[in-house]
């Protein structure tokens, strides 16, 4: 069975940093590219990560370049999203997904996770 399990979300103040996990089972990780996405309250969900696995290759959005990184541990199918000087506009459930077909970032992605909550504030 395919899943995605997120964890690392939690209560952080402006300027702090957070680590979060995607544990992949059911598939290996290392053919497929895998992404982050965030939806805050009342907003859509949108894209903040990728990393592809032909080449390692990683994609940003606008809002969080420069302060998040994106990596991946094949020998532990997991991938993380490293956050660093976090704003309370990064409030959000985070989600992992990947659409087990790709290896480069795709447009669309059929498999997720539920999803952790990070929220930023003082």
């Known amino acids: 069975q395919v899943q995605l399990v997120e964890s690392g979300g939690g209560l952080v103040q402006p300027g702090g940093s957070l680590r979060l996990s995607c544990a992949a089972s059911g598939f290996t990780l290392d053919y497929y590219a895998i992404a982050w996405f965030r939806q805050a309250p009342g907003k859509e969900r949108e894209g903040v990560s990728c990393?592809?696995?032909?080449?390692?290759?990683?994609h940003y959005a606008d809002a969080v370049k420069g302060r998040f990184t994106i990596s991946r541990d094949n020998a532990k199918n997991t991938v993380y999203l490293h956050m660093n000087s976090l704003k309370p506009e990064d409030t959000a459930v985070y989600y992992c997904a990947t659409d087990l077909r790709h290896s480069d970032c795709p447009a669309k992605y059929d498999f997720w996770g539920q999803g952790t909550q990070v929220t930023v504030s003082s």
């Open positions: 990393i592809s696995s032909s080449d390692g290759s990683t």
